[in-house]
């Protein structure tokens, strides 16, 4: 009897893999096993419509009557526990036991804890939709929210915070917000952006103390300032989910190590999305890990036809976006990869700064603007990053000369 395909992780990743194979035509069983009540759903909308909707619903990636359909077993709201790779199976937490002959491991990322004492029901992390219903019950504007962490949830926890009318103070203990991945330049504006929408935001302040009584927090910061808030939501990053893995005694690297075809050091196990770090061709072999919602749709896709036989190489680049009132933010490429900086004026504020290797290839573009005014040229730009073309610089710099025409070239 054929064991089948089994994908341990139920969100974007392992939900896109699970119909992938079926798009493939891949005949067997495939079972997707999930530590949530829901169906696989998309996360980047629990830091934003989640929040400001009057009714968050879950935006699932598919149905019951589709896994049905697609004869996919979804098995809800149970743990793997433990892979016997010599059995090719894998047991979970309510005792049953899994047969594979391929086994995807889609198990995501969690929020890095806080390690401080002091936290109590009123300091809370967002990774589920549990959570973000929890938050959401808080921002109105009677309530005071305190975000420790400048990054992209922080912010967009921030933004949604202030549309529904609560008071909002971000802590960053960084120079600037967006410290990982975002140029200095770019991070100036979505600062001003949320200071002007009444949002106070704190850089280079580290917390000294933290007091949660259940009924508020008290902050007291390094230089003996208190913020009092009713809820403090923590988003100081997320660390991939390895556990599994590594007491199988798979190569853990920032992440569980695969190769470019997704493939751990068990042949007949993969890895792909938040909890993965893997080497980027264009950037010379480069081991990444990448927490980005395209990113874990294209993984789970490649690793569907990886398990069938592809073999074929992860080369996408990396895409990365936010919006936060009404300015969008893309970046394409990563952005540290670059030597120098070329600017590229879009008109109505919106710009995009070119990363360029010290060779003069194209390593990345970052772009904000208001609406959808960078989303044309940084597609662009991710398809020159792609070429590993060298455009001239005065040409990326000038409005005269279309992106297009570069790519052509």
């Not at 600037?176 to 600062?191: N, W």
């Not at 504020?349 to 960078?374: Q, T």
Request: aromatic fraction near 4%.
């Amino acid at each position: 009897m054929q064991a089948g395909m089994v994908i341990i992780g139920a969100g974007e990743c392992g939900g896109r893999a699970a119909l992938a194979l079926r798009d493939l035509g891949y005949a067997g069983p495939v079972t997707l096993v999930g530590d949530e009540p829901h169906l696989p759903y998309e996360r980047p909308p629990l830091s934003k419509d989640a929040m400001t909707s009057d009714a968050p619903e879950i935006k699932a990636i598919a149905s019951d009557a589709l896994l049905a359909e697609r004869s996919i077993r979804h098995i809800h709201s149970v743990q793997a526990v433990a892979i016997d790779r010599t059995a090719h199976a894998v047991r979970l937490s309510d005792g049953s036991v899994l047969a594979y002959d391929k086994l995807l491991l889609a198990t995501g990322s969690t929020p890095r804890k806080l390690p401080m004492p002091g936290l109590g029901s009123r300091c809370v992390y967002l990774r589920t939709f549990s959570d973000a219903l929890a938050i959401r019950a808080h921002l109105s504007p009677e309530n005071r929210i305190a975000i420790i962490g400048g990054g992209f949830i922080g912010l967009e926890l921030a933004a949604a915070a202030r549309k529904l009318g609560a008071a909002v103070t971000v802590i960053e203990a960084q120079p600037r917000i967006l410290m990982r991945g975002v140029p200095a330049e770019i991070a100036e504006i979505v600062h001003r952006a949320h200071e002007a929408e009444g949002v106070t935001v704190f850089t280079g302040k580290s917390i000294a103390d933290i007091a949660d009584d259940g009924v508020e927090v008290r902050i007291t910061l390094a230089d003996g300032q208190q913020i009092v808030a009713d809820l403090a939501v923590i988003g100081i990053g997320a660390v991939p989910v390895t556990g599994l893995a590594a007491e199988a005694g798979l190569s853990i690297d920032n992440g569980i190590a695969v190769d470019a075809t997704l493939r751990t050091d068990d042949p007949d196990i993969f890895a792909a999305g938040d909890c993965c770090s893997f080497p980027l061709a264009i950037y010379d072999g480069r081991r990444v890990r990448l927490e980005a919602w395209r990113n874990a749709q294209e993984q789970g896709a490649l690793a569907a036809k990886n398990m069938l036989g592809a073999g074929e190489a992860h080369d996408a680049v990396p895409w990365f976006w936010s919006d936060q009132y009404g300015l969008s933010l893309q970046i394409a490429g990563l952005s540290d990869e670059g030597k120098s900086t070329v600017r590229r004026d879009l008109g109505d504020g919106a710009f995009i700064l070119f990363h360029l290797a010290e060779d003069g290839r194209l390593v990345a573009a970052s772009g904000i603007g208001p609406g959808n005014a960078v989303a044309r040229d940084i597609r662009l730009a991710e398809m020159l990053i792609a070429k590993r073309a060298k455009p001239a610089p005065e040409a990326l710099g000038s409005q005269d000369v279309k992106l297009k025409s570069l790519l052509a070239a």
